[in-house]
């Protein structure tokens, strides 16, 4: 076991000691003066890449104008900001938070809270699935059911059914009198970037029809144009009765919401839930600014070239070094490369070579690019990649022959 260091921080991450100081579009720059290329998006989150001039100015111009004033008092620009994401969305109601682990909080108390204000208060288990991840909040981490994340947590908060993704024979076993809602991610992302097959989304809304259960999408990190659509589900053509979103909606600022249907939302009354900064005056500056831009006609068949891109020039790759990486995995621009060799050596080859990219579950390498990526800069991208495993290809091939 880990004993804590003597450094102030809580010991929780593990750090890469690469320290940047800016950041430009795809590009993060080291305090040495050393040029990455970005392919981590900041875990998803920098979807329009950093210090978009336009993100930059509704900031500083928000920053200039007003802070934040709490939810006791009418914020206009979160009525507007509500009002957009229903223009494009299922959802007719939202709530705003900070964080992905809130909006997935928020969406298990809306589904529990439309139970209870139907009389069933005893319905208030939610079915999800094995390699979740739905955050690191107590409610948010029973619904993961991950060991190593509840362990030394105490009892774990009851109500979270887990079964694996494609049994439907288990699904509907899971299925009982205390059954208030089924939660998934379109794609799994920490999971190991799966993309859960179009047809299974469609039978869970169809199940839930059947059944009068509560259909959540957790597209924390699927959602706000990452997979070439606004929301993962669209692929499907199915809507969620509630669906959590954050990483991207913020473009790098701290921001979530929770959206839901009128019906669905029907036990959100005054009171019932609550909080101090969602939704404040420099999040929704920073908001709406991400909307523009991600809302202009051209943009999301911009990510679908560059996701194509991106999948033409893995799957090169993944042929010619079939013992290093096995397939290319995900949709869109939330890609994973799934790996032979221990992920973790390939992303810190790849570091060698100046790029950036994040772990996912099931040995998988994964790939986020900021959504405005430049076609040279995916090119860039692709190639240092292929060097890296060519590199990689070579050292085992001599170590094999040694
Ligand atoms: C990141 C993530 C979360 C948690 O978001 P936080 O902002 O870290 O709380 C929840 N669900 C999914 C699918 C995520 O990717």
């Known amino acids: 076991m ?10 929780t991450f593990t750090r890469i000691s690469l320290r940047f100081k800016q950041g430009r579009g795809a590009w993060l720059i080291t305090d040495k003066g050393d040029r990455y290329l970005d392919f981590t998006s900041g875990i998803a989150v920098n979807a329009l890449g950093h210090a978009h001039p336009h993100l930059v100015e509704a900031l500083k111009d928000q920053a200039d ?7 006791l008092f009418d914020n206009p620009l979160q009525t507007k900001m509500a009002e ?5 969305s299922f959802a007719d109601k939202v709530f705003f ?3 992905g682990a809130e909006a997935i909080e928020c969406a298990i108390k809306t589904a529990r809270r439309y139970y209870y204000m139907n009389n069933q208060p005893e319905c208030f288990r939610i079915i999800t699935f094995q390699g979740a991840f739905h955050g690191r909040t107590l409610a948010t981490l029973a619904a993961g059911g991950q060991k190593k994340h509840l362990e030394g947590f105490g009892p774990k908060v009851q109500g979270f059914t887990q079964i ?10 899971a299925i009982n009198q205390e059954t208030a809602a089924i939660m ?7 999971g190991g970037v799966r993309l859960v097959p179009v047809e299974i989304l469609r039978f869970l809304r169809r199940i839930c029809n059947e059944k009068g259960l509560l259909l959540i999408f957790d597209e924390v990190q699927s959602g706000i144009g990452r997979t070439g659509k606004l929301f993962a589900h669209e692929w499907a053509g199915v809507s969620p009765d ?3 979103i954050a990483k991207g909606i913020g473009g790098g600022f701290p921001l979530g919401a929770c959206l839901a249907t009128k019906d669905a939302a029907k036990g959100m009354l005054p009171g019932s839930h609550g909080t101090t900064f969602g939704g404040n005056p420099l999040a929704m500056a920073v908001g709406h600014a991400v909307l523009d831009i991600i809302l202009e006609p051209e943009f999301l068949s911009h990510v679908n070239r560059m996701a194509q891109m991106l999948k033409q020039g893995l799957s090169a790759i993944v042929d010619q070094y079939p013992h290093i990486v096995s397939s290319v995995e995900g949709l869109g621009l939330l890609t994973g490369l799934k790996c032979i060799m221990p992920n973790t050596e390939i992303i810190s080859a790849l570091r060698d070579e ?6 996912a579950g099931a040995n998988v390498v994964r790939i986020l690019p900021p959504l405005n990526i430049l076609e040279d800069e995916m090119c860039e991208g692709l190639h240092r990649i292929e060097k890296t495993i060519a590199r990689l290809a070579k050292k085992k091939c001599m170590k094999n022959s040694v």
Do not use: C, F
């Not at 004993?3 to 921080?9: K, W």
């Not at 694996?164 to 076993?173: G, H, I, Q």
């Not at 998934?184 to 920490?190: A, F, L, M, N, V």
């Open 164 to 173: 694996p993704v494609a049994d439907a024979t288990a699904l509907l076993s």
């Open 65 to 71: 104008r007003l802070w934040h004033v709490s939810n």
């Open 184 to 190: 998934i991610e379109p794609i799994q992302g920490e």
């Open 354 to 359: 100046k790029l950036l990219a994040v772990e």
């Open 242 to 244: 509630i669906m959590g």
């Open 84 to 88: 957009r994401l229903r223009s494009v």
């Open 2 to 11: 880990n004993i804590p260091t003597a450094q102030p921080l809580y010991d």
């Open 97 to 99: 938070a900070n964080s």
